[in-house]
């Protein structure tokens, strides 16, 4: 059974795996509005992966007998000034994400939860490997700037990213 504690931190982080997922889909409309197809892609893989992400929680809590109490789930931002703004409120979102992540696991090795601290340990990872993918893609535009050819270059190369889900026990 999981501690009530560890309950609320993982309900609260399934909503902010949701809405991260509400995030990158409206970062796919934005996209999508500027014929940026494969910008739009990319984040259109990031949400499903979110979902994913939400889902996993959702799973774990059950398994471990806890109750799962979905929340609303706040409007994401619908404007922004380029696809380098996109970029940069992505990073900025996922060190969020980041933060979250390692306060629920610093509360599960508190408490002594070695299955929870374990699961997450998968998430730990993921977030390494997001922040990784965003920053480059961050430093890609700045260093391209306002070179319109540079910009569908790296459109061309996101259309490629497909949503692959991690094998059961990954």
């Known amino acids: ?3 009530k ?6 309900n609260s982080q399934i909503n902010k795996e949701f809405y991260s997922a509400y995030f990158y889909l409206g970062m796919s409309a934005y996209c999508t509005s500027l014929d940026l197809d494969g910008f739009a892609n990319f984040f259109h893989v990031q949400y499903q992966e979110e979902t994913f992400h939400a889902m996993k929680f959702y799973n774990f809590l059950l398994e471990r007998g806890g109750n799962v109490v979905l929340a609303k789930i706040d ?7 380029s696809p380098l703004d996109v970029f940069v409120k992505t990073l900025e979102h996922e060190q969020f994400v980041t933060a979250s992540i390692n306060n629920v696991l610093d509360l599960a090795i508190k408490e002594n ?11 730990v990872d993921e977030q390494v490997e997001e922040e990784a ?3 480059k893609l961050v430093n890609k535009l ?5 070179n319109v ?12 990213r497909v949503f692959n889900p991690p094998a059961k026990g990954e």
């Not at 700045?142 to 306002?146: E, P, R």
């Open 1 to 3: 059974m999981i501690s």
């Open 5 to 10: 504690k560890l309950e609320d931190a993982i």
């Open 75 to 81: 409007t994401p931002p619908a404007d922004f000034k």
């Open 113 to 123: 939860d070695h299955a929870t601290a374990s699961f997450l340990k998968w998430y």
């Open 133 to 135: 993918t965003v920053t």
């Open 142 to 146: 700045k260093l391209i700037g306002d």
């Open 149 to 160: 050819g540079g910009l569908f270059i790296i459109d061309n190369e996101l259309k490629a």
